[in-house]
Antibody, heavy 119, light 110 residues
Framework: QVQLVQSGAEVRNPGASVKVSCKAS????????ISWVRQAPGQGLEWMGW????????NNAQKFQGRVTMTTDTSTSTAYMELRSLRSDDTAMYYC????????????WGQGTLVTVSS | QSALTQPASVSGSPGQSITISCTGT?????????VSWYQHHPGKAPNFMIY???KRPSGVSNRFSGSKSGNTASLTISGLQAEDEADYYC??????????FGGGTKLTVL
């Protein structure tokens, strides 16, 4: 069965970086894109960006451009999302999600990684 | 890219039907038939409920249905059940702007 398993919770100081991983199994990793979505406490879902696993193309939300890098390692079927220059309002649950082939529809999600930014 | 507009909350009794609206613009919902809906129970990963505005993924109950008219998409849940109580999010492709979610609607089953 399809599974996306994310790395564990992280705590960072303001100004630091964090890199979250998302290990896929149960399907051909290169055949589907991966998006990253976050949810700040008490807030809604927010799309951060997408990476095409097959070719490495990315499309990031304007809000995060210059601060986020999405990569994949096809040898381990793992996607990564690195967010830099962290601020307190980056405190959120971060999810990876598999995109179906027909559009920006997210059919499988990771369990989420809580990133806390605090001094 | 601004978030799509959803009501903050809706409620209904078991067995009733409710509809959640999701209003966007001509830059997102109005221009693309690429609306999806997600059910989110707190502390869990979201569930994929509707895609392309009205299609149900395999395994999703036919009590869930979606529609779109102009810049507004809607999710209807019929025969409300206690386990339907959750947050619901709409989502749309927004062209070069990427993807945008709604602010979320909390469904309470009375």
């Amino acid at each position: 069965q399809v599974q996306l398993v994310q790395s564990g919770a992280e705590v960072r100081n303001p100004g630091a970086s964090v890199k979250v991983s998302c290990k896929a199994s149960g399907y051909t990793f290169a055949s589907f894109g991966i998006s990253w979505v976050r949810q700040a406490p008490g807030q809604g879902l927010e799309w951060m960006g997408w990476i095409g696993v097959y070719n490495g193309n990315t499309n990031n939300a304007q809000k995060f451009q210059g601060r986020v890098t999405m990569t994949t390692d096809t040898s381990t079927s793992t996607a990564y999302m690195e967010l830099r220059s962290l601020r307190s309002d980056d405190t959120a649950m971060y999810y990876c999600a598999r995109e179906t082939g027909s559009g920006p529809f997210f059919d499988y999600w990771g369990q989420g990684t809580l990133v806390t930014v605090s001094s | 890219q601004s978030a799509l507009t959803q009501p903050a909350s809706v409620s209904g009794s078991p067995g009733q039907s409710i509809t959640i609206s999701c209003t966007g613009t001509t830059s997102d919902i109005g221009s693309y038939n690429l609306v999806s809906w997600y059910q989110h129970h707190p502390g869990k990963a979201p569930n994929f409920m509707i895609y392309e505005g009205s299609k149900r993924p395999s395994g999703v109950s036919n009590r869930f249905s979606g529609s779109k008219s102009g810049n507004t998409a809607s999710l209807t849940i019929s025969g409300l059940q206690a386990e339907d109580e959750a947050d619901y999010y709409c989502c749309s492709f927004a062209g070069s702007g990427g993807v945008v979610f709604g602010g979320g609607t909390k469904l309470t089953v009375l």
